[in-house]
Each structure stands twice: as structure tokens, then as C-alpha cells.
T-cell receptor, first 111, second 118 residues
Framework: QKEVEQNSGPLSVPEGAIASLNCTYS??????FFWYRQYSGKSPELIMF????GDKEDGRFTAQLNKASQYVSLLIRDSQPSDSATYLC???????????FGRGTSLIVHP | SAVISQKPSRDICQRGTSLTIQCQVD?????MFWYRQQPGQSLTLIAT?????????ESGFVIDKFPISRPNLTFSTLTVSNMSPEDSSIYLC???????????????FGPGTRLTVL
């Protein structure tokens, strides 16, 4: 049973701060890692993906992957109230189109 | 990218009835995926729908309860049969497609169908 674990939160940060979202996974053969943002009442949208150990930056977002420790994280710099949403971590094994999703972490950015 | 539409966007149904959800994609795709997202929960894959073959169901989901059609490469339907209040959920259609910024496939989701069963 492949598992993806996330703290459900809510994680509350002040505007302008760095929000750090974490995800651990059980399948050592996992090769692709995704972060989705889901606003209330909306469908998930992809914001980051990462395949290699280390950091990957895209604007205010940085994904960090550590395969040895089996965790992936998402940092959001200069957090804005518009970043308030649920962030879903998804992990996919090699040769499969079907990822396993975590339950998501609720992020609240307060002014 | 892929643009996905779903109908209906929401519905309120009576126990024991059935609802068919439609999913339309703006491009041809081999596989389409149906997910369920219950309140406060993550996405649970119901089945994978391939054109020209039977859908593949995940553990805990059966064809009699969730029959799926896939008549062509841009369209699929999911039926929720003999509904009970436990079926109240958001049902999402999904496909994988390439992005303009990367050759790597990414997953796209439809807007979802919010189902309430009384």
C-alpha cells in the first residue's frame, strides 16, 4: 500500500512570511513528485513538479526533494492571502500514470 | 495543456437513484481517470477509462456501482448507481497531458461534479 502523508493543518502564516509544507511517502521506487493547489470548491491545479533530489524554484515557489529521507516539501516565499488554499502532494512511481495523493495541507495566510 | 469540462456541475439526488456524469476533453487522450473527493479528504481514484476496452477499477470500487463508458478519445461518462448518502462527494475527471513549458506530462482535472444524496 503506497502512502503519502501530509499534516492536514491548518498552517497559519502571516502575509509576507515563508510557508513550509511537508510531505512524506512510503514507496522508495517513487520517481515523480507533484504539488497541487486546490481552492475551496475548485479542482486541483498543478503548481510544481520535481523529479531529482535537491531544490527546484519557480517564482515564489520552491520544491525540495530528498529521496533518501523520502520527503518532499514546498516552500512559498512572501506568502499572500491569495495563497490560502489546500495543497496536495502527489507521488508517482516509475512507469505509472497513476499518482497517490496525500490528504492535503490547509494553508491560511492572514493579513 | 488540456481543457476539461464536466456536466452537471452539481446535483442533489434522492437515495436509490442514479446519476450520470459527463466528461469532455478538448484533445484526444488514451486514458481518462475518474476520482472521488469526499469532504476533507484527498483524491481517491475510482477507475481508469480506456477507449475500446473495459474500465479498470481500483480496490473498493465495482462496475455495478460505478459503470463507465468511453465511446471515443475525448469523452467519458461515470454513472453513480443506486445512490446512498455515502456517495455524496465531488467527482472529478482527469487526464494527463503535456504542458507548453515542459515535455513532461502533467495531470489536469475537470471542474468537478458536486453530488449530494439525500
Amino acid at each position: 500500500q503506497k502512502e503519502v502523508e501530509q499534516n492536514s493543518g491548518p498552517l497559519s502564516v502571516p502575509e509576507g512570511a515563508i510557508a513550509s509544507l511537508n510531505c512524506t511517502y512510503s514507496d522508495r521506487g517513487s520517481q515523480s513528485f507533484f504539488w497541487y493547489r486546490q481552492y475551496s470548491g475548485k479542482s486541483p491545479e498543478l503548481i510544481m513538479f520535481i523529479y531529482s533530489n535537491g531544490d527546484k524554484e519557480d517564482g515564489r515557489f520552491t520544491a525540495q526533494l530528498n529521496k533518501a529521507s523520502q520527503y518532499v516539501s514546498l516552500l512559498i516565499r512572501d506568502s499572500q492571502p491569495s495563497d490560502s488554499a489546500t495543497y496536495l502532494c502527489a507521488v508517482r512511481g516509475g512507469g505509472s500514470y497513476i499518482p497517490t495523493f496525500g490528504r492535503g495541507t490547509s494553508l491560511i495566510v492572514h493579513p | 495543456s488540456a481543457v476539461i469540462s464536466q456536466k452537471p456541475s452539481r446535483d442533489i439526488c434522492q437515495r436509490g437513484t442514479s446519476l450520470t456524469i459527463q466528461c469532455q476533453v478538448d484533445s484526444q487522450v488514451t486514458m481518462m481517470f475518474w476520482y472521488r473527493q469526499q469532504p476533507g479528504q484527498s483524491l481517491t481514484l475510482i477507475a481508469t477509462a480506456n477507449q475500446g476496452s473495459e474500465a479498470t477499477y481500483e480496490s473498493g470500487f465495482v462496475i455495478d456501482k460505478f459503470p463507465i463508458s468511453r465511446p471515443n478519445l475525448t469523452f467519458s461518462t461515470l454513472t453513480v448507481s443506486n445512490m446512498s448518502p455515502e456517495d455524496s462527494s465531488i467527482y472529478l475527471c482527469s487526464v494527463w497531458g503535456a504542458t507548453s513549458a515542459s515535455s513532461t506530462d502533467t495531470q489536469y482535472f475537470g471542474p468537478g461534479t458536486r453530488l449530494t444524496v439525500l
